[in-house]
């Protein structure tokens, strides 16, 4: 007796694309102005820090290692 495979499913849509899809549909329906272009700036993507709190931790590890020896 042979197993007949079921063929590979492709890829669809990430969870991701699926909201902004849905997030874009609604705001056309209701007819909701697209954000500017300073509101999308000032939101940060996932994972994003400030130059300046990186600084900042720079700033306080070195300072710490220079009193380590």
């Known amino acids: 007796m042979t197993l ?3 063929p590979p ?3 669809g849509p990430t969870p991701a694309e ?3 899809r849905v997030l ?3 705001a056309s ?3 909701i102005a697209p954000a500017s272009p300073r509101e999308v700036a000032r939101r940060a ?3 994003y820090v400030p130059v300046r709190v990186l600084r900042r931790n720079r700033a306080a590890a070195v300072a710490s ?3 380590s020896w």
Do not use: D, E, I, K
């Open 18 to 20: 699926n909201a902004r």
């Open 29 to 31: 329906v209701w007819r």
């Open 45 to 47: 993507p996932h994972g």
């Open 24 to 26: 874009a549909q609604t």
């Open 4 to 6: 007949a495979l079921a």
């Open 65 to 67: 290692l220079a009193h």
């Open 9 to 11: 499913r492709t890829a």
